[in-house]
């Protein structure tokens, strides 16, 4: 029901050894953003498409997630936010170009980049519905999902506040949510159950970050939460979408945790035909 994911741009600064050492640790998706045969998401060429999908069709792999920037703008710059309109033009094209229908972005800049702001939805709440409800509109004309990211240092850092955010737009087709295990951690939102169960009726993507030891378990803010039993919590609620591995302590690292989370899958997997027989 779900597959292992990685940002193909912390393996390796080059993308086909990326996409090799991705798919040599188990992934079978990867997540684009950067170090793209030179180029980053927003700006790539016809050309460097068809390098992308020759890549992954040599590897057996797909693309499960378009790491744009959509949302990482200032609410006070109108050209700012209309660049970003243009940029999330461009990543519906991708998303047809590659098959993946899955676009990442953000709710706008919160005031400060959050640093020393006393988080308040209050008074932002109708300019993100501004920004993101045409977006969700566009995407799910053309058979995609706008997914927003937790970040605490965009108007969108908690689940609670994707909650709310995602309820004030009336819940639009188009418009999913990413579940970082370790962005909230910052805000004193423990990400799992608590977090979880906020977003889970929306939830399109995850992301798996690293606790301060640089490995995937226990997760993030808990001190004994496994990979394993997130996944299994996943599974049992019909989750369908990438486990996405991002910001490890370097290469090795990130592929490491990528087996991880294979081996994870592989169990879960293993368990569950075990209690069918």
Same mark, same amino acid.
């Given at each position: ?34 170090? %793209?045969?030179? &180029? ?7 050309? !460097? ?5 020759? #890549?992954?069709?040599a ?12 949302? *990482?703008?200032?609410?006070?710059d ?12 461009r ?33 932002y ?6 920004? %993101?409800?045409? *977006? ?31 309820q004030? %737009?009336?819940?639009?087709e188009?418009?999913?949510?990413v ?25 399109v ?9 640089? !490995? ?5 803010g ?11 919590r ?18 090795? *690292?990130? %592929? &490491?945790?990528?087996?991880? #989370?294979?081996?994870s899958? &592989? ?11």
């Amino acid at each position: 029901m779900f597959e292992a994911c990685v940002f193909t741009d912390e393996v390796a600064p080059e993308f086909p050894e990326a996409v090799r050492l991705a798919a040599e640790a188990g992934a079978r998706m990867l997540e684009i953003r950067g170090k %793209l045969f030179g &180029q980053n998401i927003r700006e790539l060429s016809p050309e !460097t498409v068809n390098k992308i999908r020759s #890549v992954c069709e040599a590897h057996q792999v797909g693309i499960g997630s378009l790491g744009s920037p959509v949302g *990482k703008c200032s609410m006070d710059d109108p050209d700012e936010m209309e660049q970003h309109g243009r940029i999330f033009e461009r990543m519906l094209d991708l998303s047809e170009e590659l098959d993946c229908p899955i676009i990442r972005g953000f709710a706008l800049w919160a005031p400060n980049h959050g640093k020393d702001w006393v988080r308040d939805l209050n008074p932002y709440l109708d300019r993100i519905a501004e920004f %993101l409800m045409p *977006k969700a509109e566009q995407a799910a004309e053309r058979g995609a999902v706008l997914a927003l990211e937790n970040e605490w240092d965009t108007l969108m850092g908690s689940c609670a506040e994707a909650r709310r955010i995602v309820q004030h %737009l009336g819940e639009p087709e188009g418009l999913g949510l990413v579940w970082d295990f370790g962005n909230s951690v910052i805000l004193g939102e423990s990400p799992y159950p608590e977090g979880y169960e906020l977003i889970v009726p929306w939830l399109v993507h995850v992301h798996v970050k690293p606790n301060p030891n640089g !490995t995937a378990s226990p997760l993030p803010g808990t001190d004994d939460v496994t990979l394993g039993e997130v996944l299994s919590r996943l599974w049992n609620d019909d989750y369908e979408g990438c486990i996405s591995v991002e910001h490890f302590p370097g290469p090795e *690292k990130t %592929l &490491q945790a990528v087996r991880d #989370v294979v081996m994870s899958i &592989q169990e879960i997997e293993a368990a569950s035909r075990r209690a069918r027989d």
